[in-house]
């Protein structure tokens, strides 16, 4: 079943991969960016102080939703000072829209008919304090893959947090089950993916799609997904492709059972849900990729 | 007379500082903040927890946010281009049914989330703009919650959330653009109608 799983998945990737060079689009350059005053840019940046941006946190302000389509708005003198700000985002690129859906529908039936069943039985059984246990050591086992990407990415800082969390995690933390580092250090984890990575480095989201079973995705993350495996530590030790999967499905139902439901959530609030978990993953992987 | 002008003149002294610190302290931050204690304190108000008190707290946390929370500036922007089109009958009602999903969504929400400590982290001013990030803890972790505002005659007010680069309003301007394209604002509003229905019917949880 999972062997089939991987096939299917792999059945549907690969046709996609070589439509991505032609459908590759530019980074989402610009968004979050800096502004600086120009005769083009008239609206000079009024922030307390714009350089610590761990303070400030993003800028979400040249992010305005009205962006996508200035020139509706001419007449509108309420938005005339946000024309010149940053500039909109690029559209999201969706070729595959139609097979897309068809897989949203199989992901949700695939949600409601087997993975929360799996995820009730799974929490009823474990308590959720040893699921939250598992949960950290799971992270903790995963760190190479923050570690690298950090390295990669050149945050060489937070790759140093990373290996710092991972040494007390592991010896203070009992083999990762506790996240000391946390709560006895105030240290936070530190998220980093090869995705990322690649859209660090330029590389564009290339056309969106969404996985069997994985959910939302695009090219570049579906690329930096199998990276992201290959940096994973327990192939290498294991040396068992059934162990491999095994592991990663309890990794996946065990993150499933200690996380909000985000997908019901989401089909709570929206009207149409492949829109509304497209546009989000987008804008997700967006702010962390341009955040500086 | 002296005796009489002198505390006057205090009198107006007073009045005329307090409205000048008004106005001077009347940073995004500090606007947003009463309001958000309020909407807090009425989701903890023992006298209006469980479903049945669901409309008497709905209506006084609404009361309550509406002082900085622009749901027709919301609705306006949401719709794009669409917005122009309609009349103002057409309008006022859209604006009336937008309110009320987003009131299902984002006070529905709150209703169910445990932590009541919103922490103000951050805020940013450009032009007319601004953005106050607020943390709210989950859990173990902090999530970043960023309500974009604009200055409406000296006024705040927030026309935008935004939650980890995700924002609420361009998300909904997404779907209706889709639905839109297919069914017309007609079909857009039957949806929209719809939906709150089955919030109001308790269909679609709380």
Known sequence: MRTLLLIVLLGFIWPALSAASELDRSPAAGIGAELETSPENPYPDLLIDSKDTNILGPDLLGNDPFLMDPVEYLDDPIFEDDFTLNPSPPPISDPFEPVNRVIFVFNDKFYFWVLKPTKNAYSYVLPEDIRRCLGNAFANIAAPIRFINNLLQGEFEDAGIVLGRFVINSTLGVFGLGDAAYRDFNIEPRKADFGQTLGKWGIGEGPYLMLPAFGPSNIRDTFGFFGDIYMHPVPYISDNLTFDLGYLVENRINLLSISPDVYEELKRMSLDPYVAARQAYVDYRRSIIDKP | ?206
């Not at chain 2, 940073?27 to 204690?37: A, F, G, H, S």
């Not at chain 2, 309550?64 to 669409?82: H, K, N, P, Q, Y």
């Not at chain 2, 039957?190 to 019917?201: P, S, Y």
Request: some cysteine; overall charge negative; aromatic content about 8%.
């Open chain 2, 1 to 206: 007379m002296i005796k009489l002008i002198v505390p006057a003149f205090l009198c107006m002294a007073l009045v005329i500082n307090t409205a000048a610190v008004y106005s001077e302290s009347a940073e995004p931050t500090e606007q947003l903040k009463p309001i958000l204690d309020e909407l807090f304190s009425i989701l903890d108000d023992q006298s209006l927890q469980g479903d049945e008190q669901k409309e008497a707290r709905r209506q006084r946390i609404m009361a309550a946010i509406s002082s900085g929370f622009d749901f027709r500036e919301m609705s306006r922007r949401v719709l794009g281009s669409t917005w122009n089109d309609l009349s103002a009958e057409q309008r006022d009602h859209f604006v009336v049914q937008m309110t009320k999903l987003l009131e299902n969504v984002y006070i529905g929400r709150l209703e169910s989330y445990d932590g009541r400590e919103v922490e103000f982290a951050a805020e940013r001013i450009k032009g007319k703009r601004a953005q106050v990030t607020t943390l709210i803890n989950y859990e173990d972790s902090k999530i970043p919650v960023h309500y974009i505002m604009q200055k409406e005659h000296d006024r705040w007010m927030v026309y935008d959330i935004n939650i980890e680069g995700v924002s609420l309003i361009r998300n909904y301007m997404e779907q209706f653009r889709t639905i839109l394209r297919q069914e017309e604002y007609e079909g857009l509003i039957n949806i929209i109608e719809q939906k709150n229905q089955l919030f109001a019917e308790g269909k679609e949880g709380n």
